[in-house]
Protein backbone atom coordinates (compact mmCIF):
# COMPACT_ATOMS: atom_id res chain seq x y z
CA UNK A 1 0.00 0.00 0.00
CA UNK A 2 1.33 3.55 -0.85
CA UNK A 3 2.65 5.47 1.93
CA UNK A 4 1.57 9.06 0.66
CA UNK A 5 -0.73 11.74 1.82
CA UNK A 6 -2.60 13.34 -0.64
CA UNK A 7 -3.46 17.44 -0.79
CA UNK A 8 -4.75 19.58 -3.50
CA UNK A 9 -2.60 22.80 -5.18
CA UNK A 10 -5.01 24.48 -7.79
CA UNK A 11 -6.76 21.13 -9.33
CA UNK A 12 -3.80 18.31 -8.92
CA UNK A 13 -2.87 16.37 -6.13
CA UNK A 14 0.50 16.99 -4.30
CA UNK A 15 1.76 14.23 -2.63
CA UNK A 16 4.20 13.86 0.11
CA UNK A 17 5.36 10.91 2.53
CA UNK A 18 3.19 9.79 5.36
CA UNK A 19 2.17 6.29 6.97
CA UNK A 20 -0.63 3.37 5.48
CA UNK A 21 -2.99 5.88 2.78
CA UNK A 22 -5.33 4.35 1.98
CA UNK A 23 -6.04 2.69 -1.63
CA UNK A 24 -8.17 4.93 -3.54
CA UNK A 25 -10.72 4.07 -6.15
CA UNK A 26 -11.85 6.05 -8.06
CA UNK A 27 -15.73 5.26 -9.92
CA UNK A 28 -15.39 7.68 -13.51
CA UNK A 29 -16.89 7.89 -16.75
CA UNK A 30 -18.76 10.55 -19.19
CA UNK A 31 -22.15 9.25 -18.99
CA UNK A 32 -24.82 8.63 -16.81
CA UNK A 33 -27.04 5.35 -16.54
CA UNK A 34 -23.80 3.15 -17.01
CA UNK A 35 -24.40 1.22 -13.74
CA UNK A 36 -21.43 3.47 -11.87
CA UNK A 37 -23.04 3.99 -8.07
CA UNK A 38 -24.60 -0.23 -8.75
CA UNK A 39 -20.68 -1.02 -9.53
CA UNK A 40 -19.41 1.21 -6.77
CA UNK A 41 -21.30 0.08 -4.11
CA UNK A 42 -20.80 -3.55 -4.80
CA UNK A 43 -16.80 -2.81 -4.55
CA UNK A 44 -17.56 -0.91 -1.45
CA UNK A 45 -19.41 -3.99 0.50
CA UNK A 46 -17.21 -6.23 -1.01
CA UNK A 47 -14.06 -4.86 0.80
CA UNK A 48 -16.05 -4.30 4.00
CA UNK A 49 -16.91 -7.47 3.96
CA UNK A 50 -13.76 -9.02 3.18
CA UNK A 51 -12.81 -7.12 6.90
CA UNK A 52 -11.03 -3.88 5.49
CA UNK A 53 -12.02 -0.32 6.74
CA UNK A 54 -14.16 1.72 3.74
CA UNK A 55 -14.99 5.71 3.10
CA UNK A 56 -16.44 7.26 0.62
CA UNK A 57 -16.68 10.23 -0.89
CA UNK A 58 -19.60 10.90 -3.70
CA UNK A 59 -18.71 13.49 -5.81
CA UNK A 60 -22.49 13.85 -7.81
CA UNK A 61 -23.64 15.81 -4.72
CA UNK A 62 -26.62 17.02 -6.94
CA UNK A 63 -28.20 13.50 -7.95
CA UNK A 64 -25.93 11.79 -4.69
CA UNK A 65 -26.67 8.38 -6.09
CA UNK A 66 -24.48 6.48 -4.29
CA UNK A 67 -24.93 8.91 -1.16
CA UNK A 68 -28.61 7.65 -1.43
CA UNK A 69 -27.97 3.92 -1.45
CA UNK A 70 -26.08 4.19 1.84
CA UNK A 71 -28.56 6.36 3.09
CA UNK A 72 -31.01 3.53 2.29
CA UNK A 73 -28.95 0.90 3.58
CA UNK A 74 -28.27 2.55 7.02
CA UNK A 75 -31.96 2.80 6.99
CA UNK A 76 -33.21 -0.55 6.51
CA UNK A 77 -30.02 -2.33 9.19
CA UNK A 78 -31.38 0.31 11.57
CA UNK A 79 -35.05 -0.82 11.12
CA UNK A 80 -34.36 -4.43 11.02
CA UNK A 81 -31.66 -4.31 13.33
CA UNK A 82 -29.53 -5.76 11.23
CA UNK A 83 -25.66 -6.81 11.19
CA UNK A 84 -24.41 -5.02 8.10
CA UNK A 85 -21.19 -3.47 7.70
CA UNK A 86 -20.87 0.31 6.72
CA UNK A 87 -18.66 2.31 5.19
CA UNK A 88 -18.25 5.89 6.43
CA UNK A 89 -19.49 8.39 3.70
CA UNK A 90 -19.02 12.13 2.76
CA UNK A 91 -20.89 14.11 0.44
CA UNK A 92 -19.86 16.55 -1.92
CA UNK A 93 -23.01 19.03 -2.69
CA UNK A 94 -22.32 21.35 -5.69
CA UNK A 95 -21.20 24.77 -4.40
CA UNK A 96 -23.61 27.74 -3.98
CA UNK A 97 -21.32 30.71 -5.36
CA UNK A 98 -21.82 31.88 -8.61
CA UNK A 99 -18.63 32.59 -9.35
CA UNK A 100 -16.75 29.94 -11.52
CA UNK A 101 -13.14 30.33 -9.70
CA UNK A 102 -14.69 30.28 -6.48
CA UNK A 103 -17.35 27.87 -7.01
CA UNK A 104 -14.24 25.43 -8.10
CA UNK A 105 -12.49 26.75 -5.04
CA UNK A 106 -15.00 26.03 -2.69
CA UNK A 107 -15.82 22.53 -3.87
CA UNK A 108 -11.73 21.39 -4.37
CA UNK A 109 -11.47 22.89 -0.45
CA UNK A 110 -14.54 20.44 0.83
CA UNK A 111 -13.53 17.51 -1.39
CA UNK A 112 -10.07 17.68 -0.11
CA UNK A 113 -10.66 18.13 3.61
CA UNK A 114 -13.28 15.00 2.97
CA UNK A 115 -10.59 13.27 1.16
CA UNK A 116 -8.23 13.91 4.14
CA UNK A 117 -10.58 12.94 6.77
CA UNK A 118 -11.12 9.19 5.03
CA UNK A 119 -7.84 8.50 3.92
CA UNK A 120 -5.91 7.53 7.04
CA UNK A 121 -9.13 6.13 8.53
CA UNK A 122 -9.58 3.77 5.89
CA UNK A 123 -7.71 1.08 4.10
CA UNK A 124 -9.79 2.22 0.80
CA UNK A 125 -11.12 5.40 -0.16
CA UNK A 126 -13.69 4.78 -3.32
CA UNK A 127 -14.82 8.00 -5.08
CA UNK A 128 -17.92 8.26 -7.34
CA UNK A 129 -17.74 10.72 -9.82
CA UNK A 130 -20.52 12.05 -11.66
CA UNK A 131 -21.27 10.99 -14.97
CA UNK A 132 -20.26 14.59 -16.56
CA UNK A 133 -17.46 16.43 -17.88
CA UNK A 134 -17.33 18.49 -15.00
CA UNK A 135 -14.47 20.14 -12.70
CA UNK A 136 -15.20 18.04 -9.65
CA UNK A 137 -14.98 14.88 -11.71
CA UNK A 138 -11.82 15.64 -13.58
CA UNK A 139 -10.10 16.47 -9.96
CA UNK A 140 -11.51 12.97 -8.47
CA UNK A 141 -9.95 11.51 -11.56
CA UNK A 142 -6.70 13.10 -10.63
CA UNK A 143 -6.76 11.00 -7.01
CA UNK A 144 -7.19 7.51 -8.64
CA UNK A 145 -4.63 4.76 -8.10
CA UNK A 146 -7.12 2.04 -9.10
CA UNK A 147 -9.86 4.31 -11.71
CA UNK A 148 -12.50 1.88 -12.78
CA UNK A 149 -14.84 2.64 -15.55
CA UNK A 150 -17.75 0.93 -16.03
CA UNK A 151 -19.35 1.18 -19.38
CA UNK A 152 -22.93 -0.54 -20.94
CA UNK A 153 -21.95 -3.18 -23.49
CA UNK A 154 -22.68 -1.15 -26.36
CA UNK A 155 -21.71 1.11 -29.19
CA UNK A 156 -23.18 3.76 -27.48
CA UNK A 157 -20.82 3.23 -24.64
CA UNK A 158 -17.83 2.43 -26.54
CA UNK A 159 -17.99 6.16 -27.83
CA UNK A 160 -16.87 7.15 -24.80
CA UNK A 161 -13.70 5.56 -25.41
CA UNK A 162 -13.46 6.02 -28.63
CA UNK A 163 -14.24 7.34 -32.21
CA UNK A 164 -15.31 3.87 -34.46
CA UNK A 165 -15.34 3.94 -38.09
CA UNK A 166 -19.07 2.88 -38.86
CA UNK A 167 -17.76 0.16 -42.09
CA UNK A 168 -14.58 -0.52 -40.67
CA UNK A 169 -15.12 -0.83 -37.28
CA UNK A 170 -11.77 0.36 -36.61
CA UNK A 171 -10.69 2.70 -34.22
CA UNK A 172 -10.37 6.55 -35.36
CA UNK A 173 -9.07 8.39 -32.44
CA UNK A 174 -9.77 8.09 -28.52
CA UNK A 175 -12.67 10.09 -27.10
CA UNK A 176 -12.59 13.29 -24.97
CA UNK A 177 -13.05 11.15 -22.40
CA UNK A 178 -10.04 9.05 -22.76
CA UNK A 179 -7.80 12.19 -23.51
CA UNK A 180 -8.96 13.15 -20.13
CA UNK A 181 -7.86 10.68 -18.16
CA UNK A 182 -4.66 10.57 -20.20
CA UNK A 183 -4.09 14.10 -18.91
CA UNK A 184 -5.08 13.10 -15.67
CA UNK A 185 -2.58 10.09 -15.44
CA UNK A 186 0.29 12.37 -16.86
CA UNK A 187 -0.39 14.70 -14.11
CA UNK A 188 -0.01 11.78 -11.67
CA UNK A 189 3.26 10.82 -12.86
CA UNK A 190 4.67 14.24 -13.33
CA UNK A 191 3.44 15.07 -9.41
CA UNK A 192 4.28 11.59 -7.80
CA UNK A 193 5.10 9.38 -10.56
CA UNK A 194 2.35 7.24 -9.87
CA UNK A 195 0.58 5.39 -12.63
CA UNK A 196 -3.12 5.50 -12.59
CA UNK A 197 -4.20 1.40 -12.80
CA UNK A 198 -7.48 2.27 -15.44
CA UNK A 199 -9.79 -0.60 -15.66
CA UNK A 200 -12.56 -0.56 -17.88
CA UNK A 201 -15.62 -2.77 -16.70
CA UNK A 202 -18.01 -4.11 -19.63
CA UNK A 203 -21.09 -4.09 -17.95
CA UNK A 204 -24.96 -4.95 -18.01
CA UNK A 205 -23.95 -7.69 -20.23
CA UNK A 206 -26.94 -9.75 -22.33
CA UNK A 207 -27.29 -13.39 -22.77
CA UNK A 208 -28.19 -12.17 -26.57
CA UNK A 209 -26.88 -10.57 -29.41
CA UNK A 210 -23.81 -12.42 -29.67
CA UNK A 211 -22.71 -10.78 -32.96
CA UNK A 212 -22.42 -8.01 -31.26
CA UNK A 213 -20.87 -8.46 -28.47
CA UNK A 214 -17.82 -9.87 -30.59
CA UNK A 215 -17.33 -6.43 -32.20
CA UNK A 216 -17.22 -4.84 -28.94
CA UNK A 217 -14.50 -7.31 -27.81
CA UNK A 218 -12.48 -6.97 -30.48
CA UNK A 219 -12.37 -3.62 -30.75
CA UNK A 220 -11.82 -2.63 -26.77
CA UNK A 221 -8.59 -5.49 -26.98
CA UNK A 222 -7.23 -2.85 -29.28
CA UNK A 223 -7.76 -0.01 -27.49
CA UNK A 224 -6.32 -1.59 -24.26
CA UNK A 225 -2.82 -1.67 -25.89
CA UNK A 226 -3.42 1.84 -27.15
CA UNK A 227 -4.93 3.86 -24.43
CA UNK A 228 -3.38 1.70 -21.75
CA UNK A 229 -6.16 0.16 -19.86
CA UNK A 230 -7.25 -3.28 -18.63
CA UNK A 231 -10.84 -4.60 -20.07
CA UNK A 232 -12.48 -6.78 -16.76
CA UNK A 233 -16.15 -8.27 -17.38
CA UNK A 234 -18.59 -6.27 -15.31
CA UNK A 235 -22.27 -7.87 -14.07
CA UNK A 236 -25.09 -9.71 -16.33
CA UNK A 237 -28.48 -7.61 -17.00
CA UNK A 238 -30.49 -8.62 -14.30
CA UNK A 239 -33.55 -6.54 -12.54
CA UNK A 240 -32.29 -7.79 -9.12
CA UNK A 241 -29.69 -4.99 -8.91
CA UNK A 242 -32.09 -2.44 -9.19
CA UNK A 243 -34.27 -3.58 -7.06
CA UNK A 244 -31.69 -4.20 -4.36
CA UNK A 245 -31.32 -0.03 -4.23
CA UNK A 246 -34.51 0.93 -1.64
CA UNK A 247 -33.03 -1.46 0.55
CA UNK A 248 -29.07 -0.17 0.52
CA UNK A 249 -28.56 -4.42 -0.05
CA UNK A 250 -25.82 -5.80 -2.11
CA UNK A 251 -25.19 -9.34 -3.54
CA UNK A 252 -22.89 -10.02 -1.04
CA UNK A 253 -26.18 -9.64 1.69
CA UNK A 254 -28.75 -12.03 0.60
CA UNK A 255 -27.94 -14.94 2.98
CA UNK A 256 -26.89 -12.52 6.02
CA UNK A 257 -29.47 -13.08 8.51
CA UNK A 258 -32.63 -11.22 8.80
CA UNK A 259 -32.41 -9.67 5.63
CA UNK A 260 -34.92 -12.17 3.94
CA UNK A 261 -34.17 -12.92 0.35
CA UNK A 262 -34.51 -16.02 -1.08
CA UNK A 263 -30.90 -16.60 -3.02
CA UNK A 264 -31.67 -17.96 -7.09
CA UNK A 265 -29.80 -19.26 -9.55
CA UNK A 266 -29.86 -15.80 -11.00
CA UNK A 267 -28.23 -14.19 -7.41
CA UNK A 268 -25.26 -16.92 -7.64
CA UNK A 269 -24.28 -15.95 -10.84
CA UNK A 270 -24.25 -12.67 -9.87
CA UNK A 271 -22.42 -12.82 -6.82
CA UNK A 272 -19.66 -15.25 -9.05
CA UNK A 273 -19.94 -12.00 -11.52
CA UNK A 274 -18.70 -10.03 -8.77
CA UNK A 275 -16.04 -12.18 -7.35
CA UNK A 276 -14.59 -12.01 -10.45
CA UNK A 277 -14.94 -7.98 -10.83
CA UNK A 278 -13.27 -7.81 -7.60
CA UNK A 279 -10.11 -10.19 -8.24
CA UNK A 280 -9.51 -8.26 -11.58
CA UNK A 281 -9.09 -5.07 -9.58
CA UNK A 282 -5.86 -6.47 -8.63
CA UNK A 283 -6.49 -4.41 -5.44
CA UNK A 284 -3.49 -4.82 -2.81
CA UNK A 285 -4.17 -6.54 0.20
CA UNK A 286 -7.00 -8.52 -1.93
CA UNK A 287 -4.12 -11.43 -2.88
CA UNK A 288 -5.68 -14.38 -0.92
CA UNK A 289 -8.85 -13.01 -0.01
CA UNK A 290 -11.38 -12.47 -2.41
CA UNK A 291 -12.39 -16.31 -2.97
CA UNK A 292 -14.06 -15.51 0.74
CA UNK A 293 -16.89 -13.40 -1.14
Not at 212 to 220: A, G, Q, T, V, Y
Not at 225 to 236: L, T, V
Request: aromatic content about 6%; hydrophobic content about 40%.
Amino acid sequence: MSNVTVTVEKSTPEIDAQPTRAHIIVVGNAKGGSGKSTTAMHVVVSLLTLGFKVGVVDLDGKQKTLGRYIENRQGYVTKNNLDLPMPSLKVIEPSPKKNMDEAQSDERSRFVAALQDLVYENNFVVIDCPGADSFISKLGHSFADTLLTPMNDSFIDLDLLAKIDETTMEVQRPSWYSEMVWEQRKRRALIDKHKIDWVVMRNRLSHTDAHNKRHIEKILSKLASRISFRAAPGFGERVIFRELFLKGLTMLDLNKKGVGIRMSMSHVAARHELRHLIKSLELPGLEDKVENL
